[in-house]
């Protein structure tokens, strides 16, 4: 039996609809004012409270930065990364990324008890994290860029996702790419976020492959090179000794400066990561080379695609918690 062709036309329009509704980027229902009559001193109690902690210790810009990253990458910027295990909840700080590994929860208490006592159930620890993560990169010398808020916090957290979706020192540049992309994020995206990396440290566990694999193959192997080889080789050995937590800066040259001088470290071909190298080593990354030459050269280019890749990173949404989320009071349990 024919159709009529009026039909097949709806049919196929409602089809396209249904997929395109269904495709749609999740709208993030973020503004730049969403707190300004409901906690206007949200940014200024952050700020205070991150300056504080960087002065104590830079290292903690390094902390909370990472923290949002690994929360955006897993169900997207909902604070699940900050949720503790309980009987009813599995939590994602057991995950391998993140075990002995992420660290800053103890700050973002901190900061999350000021807002609480000011504004109490109002500023998101999703929010909390995004505007924390701007002003640690700021409070080490790198760009400032504003941040749009209005996120909710999720009720659940998924350790599978925290296994798949974060990437890992050694993993190769195609995967790593896949990981940026499946997010949403370009390689463009990618390279300049992994700038990052021009603060703070990583254990010996995560560059163990690197010093005693292709490490005199991408350096030139220069005496200073050798030196700082010979450094990382003290402090990591080859086999496991229980060394597996010492930790060395990803940035030789300012591991507290959020500066350009990670990119290069690339192009002398000493990053401290597999992961980090292969971007400007790896036969397969013209693109990625191209990009870690460009901001070597041009540390303006860096901090305005670092602050416009943050943005994007930070719009990542998890459509659960925008329909079904909630304003954490502890940032550790979702409320009862
Ligand atoms: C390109 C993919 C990435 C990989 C494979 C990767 C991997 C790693 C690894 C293995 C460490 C050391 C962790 C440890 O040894 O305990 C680390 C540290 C760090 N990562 Fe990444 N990362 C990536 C991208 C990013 C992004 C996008 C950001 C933020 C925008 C970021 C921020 C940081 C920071 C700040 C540290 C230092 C943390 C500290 O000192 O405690 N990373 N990363």
Redesign the pocket.
Known sequence: MAFPSHFLFLMFFTIFNIYRINSLPEEPYLTLDYYSSSCPSAQSIIRSEMECAVLSDP?NA??I??LH?HDCFVQGCDGSVLLDDTITLEGEKKASPNV??I?GFKLVDRIKNKLESECPGVVSCADLLTIAARDAVLLVGGPYWDVPVGRKDSKSASLTLAETNL???N?DLVS?IAKFLYQGLSVTD?VA??G??T?????C??FRERIYGDFPFTAEMTSFTETYLDSLKSICSDINKGDDNNIAA?DYFSANLFDNSFFQILLRGEGL?N?DQEMYSSLLGVQTRHLVQLYAEDPIAFFQQFSDS?VK?GNISNPDSFSDGEVRKNCRFVNT
């Open positions: 290292r390094a902390k930065l990472r990253f002995n590994s660290d990437p890992s020192a993993q790593l990618m976020l992994a990052a990396h603060i703070g440290m990583a254990r566990e995560n990803m990561l992961s943050m990173m």
